[in-house]
């Protein structure tokens, strides 16, 4: 039986897309010139996300693995990776 048929996968997380999301919602309000189709903004994340460290933990209910400490806490590089992200999609959308 598969793996992902014997267990339930759905309550593990990975806090860094929360937190990319967050920060690429916040830098779109002023972001100029830059498509934001369903295409860019994806590649935007998924750009951002690659250069960004992975904060998986487990999140069941009452229980908490991976340690509590990266509680609201943005990951290192993550304003950054998001500016980028945004800067490489502006210089070279996913479309023409
Ligand atoms: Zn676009």
Redesign the pocket.
Same mark, same amino acid.
């Given at each position: 039986m598969p793996i992902t048929d014997a267990y339930d996968f759905d309550s593990l997380v990975n806090d860094a897309e929360r937190m990319v999301l967050q920060e690429l919602e916040e830098q779109l309000k002023t972001a100029v010139d830059v498509?934001? =189709?369903?295409? =860019? @903004?994806l590649d935007m994340a998924a750009f951002a996300l690659n250069n960004v460290k992975p904060a998986y933990r487990v999140s069941l209910m009452g229980s908490v693995y991976a340690g509590s400490g990266g509680q609201a806490r943005h990951a290192p590089g993550i304003t950054r990776a998001v500016h980028d992200a945004i800067a490489k @999609?502006r210089a070279n959308?996913?479309?023409d």
């Open positions: 498509c934001t =189709c369903q295409e =860019c @903004v @999609v959308p996913s479309h």
